[in-house]
């Protein structure tokens, strides 16, 4: 369920999934307006606006880690299941409990 109060995280794959970084950042983008459309003013962070398309993997997803941490729940949206720095971050929740809510149930308010 959406809380108003809490910081969410928008996790999409960005060079997975058989689409480019463009592609994928525009299907983020649209995940992000569909947010804001049903909960306007959600405090959402969005590691493929923050993060540069040149910086390696590795220090990408320290770069998300830490992100993460001044998060209360991530959304995964998009094909996450078949991005390993998307897995990654179901980890990083999962073991430091975060809330975890897939997009596709969103709007049906079925979190994980």
Known sequence: MIEMSKTYYLAHPCTTGG????????????AFEQLQKHYPGL????????????????D?????????????????AGHWMISTG??????FCLENGKGIIEFDNLFSEVAV
């Open 19 to 30: 689409k480019s970084i463009e592609e994928n950042k525009t299907l983020e983008k649209l």
């Open 43 to 58: 405090k959402v962070i969005r590691p493929l606006v923050l993060i540069p398309e040149d910086m390696g993997h590795r």
């Open 86 to 91: 998307c897995r990654m971050e179901f980890n």
């Open 60 to 76: 990408a997803m320290l770069r998300c880690f830490k992100l993460l941490k001044y998060c209360d729940v991530a959304i995964f």
